[in-house]
């Protein structure tokens, strides 16, 4: 199993960037998928997070700004993030809880690889 993320990148203070996380291998099942980001020199922290029933968690500093979606289906996760500010920079790292299909019912936290956003001001 493995995740990987896109769409990080540079943008201005007011803009709006789309992070995608897809998993992909021997999976079974994906009850959660999200979002945590890491600023330097911080503690990585959850932005938001979407079960496979489509039920939101944020963060309280992007709420209103910030949009999860995820496509079932694609095993994809996205992050739809408007009128980004300076404090959004971090690498944002995607996961996923996901049952595999190795004969037991064990669910795993898989991590992508981390996308670094900077906004600038």
């Known amino acids: 199993v493995q995740l990987q993320a896109f769409g990080g990148g540079l943008v201005q203070a007011g803009g709006s960037l789309r992070l995608s996380c897809a998993a992909s291998?021997?999976?079974?099942?994906?009850?959660?998928m999200g979002w945590y980001r890491q600023a330097p020199g911080k503690q990585r922290d959850l932005v938001a997070d979407?079960?496979?029933?489509?039920?939101?968690n944020y963060a309280d500093s992007v709420k209103g700004r910030f949009t999860v979606s995820r496509d079932n289906a694609k095993n994809t996760v996205y992050l739809q993030m408007n009128s980004l500010k300076p404090e959004d920079t971090a690498v944002y790292y995607c996961?996923?809880?996901?049952?595999?299909?190795?004969?037991?019912?064990?669910?795993?936290?898989?991590w992508g690889q981390g996308t670094l956003v900077t906004v600038s001001s």
């Open positions: 291998g021997s999976i079974k099942s994906i009850n959660v």
């Open positions: 979407i079960t496979s029933g489509g039920i939101t």
């Open positions: 996961y996923a809880n996901i049952r595999p299909y190795d004969g037991t019912s064990v669910v795993y936290r898989w």
